[in-house]
């Protein structure tokens, strides 16, 4: 049975996952010109003010996706609160019955922090890319990328 609940110490439940972690580079961050290196220290430094959301998806007690977010008043409009998704991963096999769920989840517990608005970040032609407009959201900008 697939559940969801927050992950609390995000350095530490990474250790944990490192096979999922892995799973996800290789299938959507392959263009990415450097090794998965988390930043831990950071992720936990984040968490330790209170803006981090961090769910994670668990099938019979083994995790088999993240939701890993950030809720804060924004950069550029300081009156808005918003959500920012850094990384959100469902293995393949639980993507239909838990990805949707981890989605509902993580606006549900953004709201309850006080988000009013939450951006989601996809590659171009994923699942995710083509769920996001269904459930309304909107695109807000492009990212180009090259090594220098």
Known sequence: ML?????????GWAHKAQALLSANQAEVES???ADLDPRLEVY???EATGSMLALGLFD???????SINL?????H?????????DVLYVAPEHRAGGGLKLIRETET?????GAKFMVWQAKP???????LPRRGYAMLETKYGRLI
């Open 3 to 11: 559940t969801i609940e927050p992950l609390g110490d995000v350095a």
């Open 31 to 33: 263009d990415i010109p």
């Open 44 to 46: 936990t430094a984040v």
């Open 60 to 66: 019979d007690g083994e995790i088999v996706g993240y």
């Open 71 to 75: 809720v804060t008043a924004s950069l």
């Open 77 to 85: 409009y300081g009156g808005l609160v918003e959500c920012v998704n």
């Open 109 to 113: 517990q953004a709201a309850v922090m």
């Open 125 to 131: 032609g994923t699942n995710l890319d083509r769920l």
